[in-house]
C-alpha cells in the first residue's frame, strides 16, 4: 500500500489503527517526510512527500499490549507522531532507535503512561505517548547525543554499567508518590536532568561516585550526568564498599534555608566499608 502527499507545505494526516488483541507496530522513518508502517504481518504502508508543514502520523493500539518500534531519520520535518496504546493499561510499550546522527532529545514525563519525547537532528519531531506503560530509548553509534529530562518533581536515576546509560523515573509527588513513565536510555553522551530533588541509586558492588558541585555532574562508575540547577541531590549508594569523592562548587544548595543540599546513604556495606571524601 502506497501514500502519496503530493509534497508541498501542507499538513497531511496519517492514521493506523490496530486490533482489540496485542498488536506489534513498527514505524520507520526513510526520509524527512517519508518512511513505512505496518502492524503485525499485516501489509506495509508507504508513505511519501507528506507535506513539510507539521505533517502528524498517529498509531492507535486499541486493545491488548501492544509493541511500537519506531526508527527515527536525520532532518525529520514530520510535525508530531501520537501513540496510543490504548485501553487497558497494562503493558504497552515503546521502543526507539535514533538516526546515526548527532540527537538532541528532550523527554517531558507527564503521568505512569504519558508523556512527550522531542527528538531534534536537523528538523524536529514530537512524540505523544499516551497509554504507554514502557519506553525505551536508544541514541546507536554518533558522537554527541544529548538527552534531557524536564520536570518539576523528584527525579530518581539509575545509571547503567555503559556510559551514557540509565533508567529515569520522575515522582511529580508529593515526595515518591505519583510516579510518572519511566525512561529507559542507551548511547547517549550528554545526559542533563533538571528537578527540585535528585535521587542516584548505585549498585549492588563496589561503586565509584564522584560529585562535581562545580559543574553538577556526578559520575557513577565512569558514567556522568549532569545534574546541574537541581537543589538537592542524594545518593543511595546500596550494596557493596562504596568509595563518594564530593568536589568543591556551588551547586546542590539545598531546597531552603537550612536544607540539606547533599544527602548520602552508604547503603549495607560489603567486606569492608563505605567512604565519604569531601574537598
Do not use: K, M, W
Not at 12 to 21: E, H, I, L, P
Not at 48 to 58: K, M, V, Y
Amino acid at each position: 500500500v502506497s501514500l502519496d502527499g503530493g509534497a508541498g507545505a501542507g499538513a497531511d494526516q496519517v492514521t493506523v489503527n490496530g486490533t482489540g488483541a496485542a498488536n506489534a507496530f513498527t514505524l520507520s522513518a526513510t526520509a524527512s517526510v517519508d518512511g513505512e508502517v505496518r502492524v503485525d504481518s499485516g501489509p506495509l504502508v508507504s508513505f511519501l512527500d507528506l507535506g513539510s508543514g507539521g505533517s502528524d502520523i498517529t498509531l492507535n493500539g486499541l486493545g491488548g499490549d501492544d509493541a511500537f518500534a519506531i526508527t527515527t531519520v536525520a532532518n525529520s520535518l514530520i510535525g508530531d507522531v501520537n501513540i496510543n496504546g490504548g485501553a487497558p493499561s497494562g503493558s504497552d510499550s515503546a521502543t526507539f532507535t535514533l538516526a546515526n546522527t548527532d540527537d538532541t532529545v528532550t523527554y517531558t514525563p507527564i503521568s505512569a503512561n504519558q508523556g512527550t519525547l522531542v527528538v531534534s537532528n536537523g528538523g524536529s519531531t514530537t512524540y505523544n505517548l499516551s497509554d504507554v506503560e514502557s519506553l525505551a530509548v536508544d541514541a546507536t553509534g554518533a558522537a554527541a547525543d544529548s538527552l534531557t529530562v524536564n520536570t518539576i518533581g523528584t527525579y530518581v536515576n539509575t545509571p547503567g554499567q555503559e556510559a551514557g546509560s540509565g533508567t529515569a523515573l520522575v515522582y511529580l509527588g508529593p515526595g515518591l508518590s505519583n510516579g510518572t513513565l519511566p525512561l529507559n536510555y542507551r548511547h547517549f553522551e550528554s545526559v542533563n536532568f533538571v528537578a527540585t530533588t535528585a535521587i542516584i541509586t548505585g549498585s549492588a558492588g563496589d561503586d565509584v561516585i564522584v560529585v562535581d558541585r562545580a559543574s553538577g555532574v556526578v559520575t557513577v562508575n565512569g558514567n556522568p550526568t549532569d545534574y546541574s540547577g537541581t537543589q538537592t541531590f542524594v545518593i543511595n549508594a546500596l550494596g557493596g564498599d562504596d568509595r563518594i569523592t564530593i568536589l568543591a562548587g556551588a551547586e546542590f544548595p539545598g531546597a531552603g534555608a537550612g536544607a540539606a543540599g547533599i544527602v548520602v546513604i552508604g547503603g549495607d556495606n560489603g567486606g569492608g566499608s563505605d567512604s565519604v571524601i569531601v574537598n
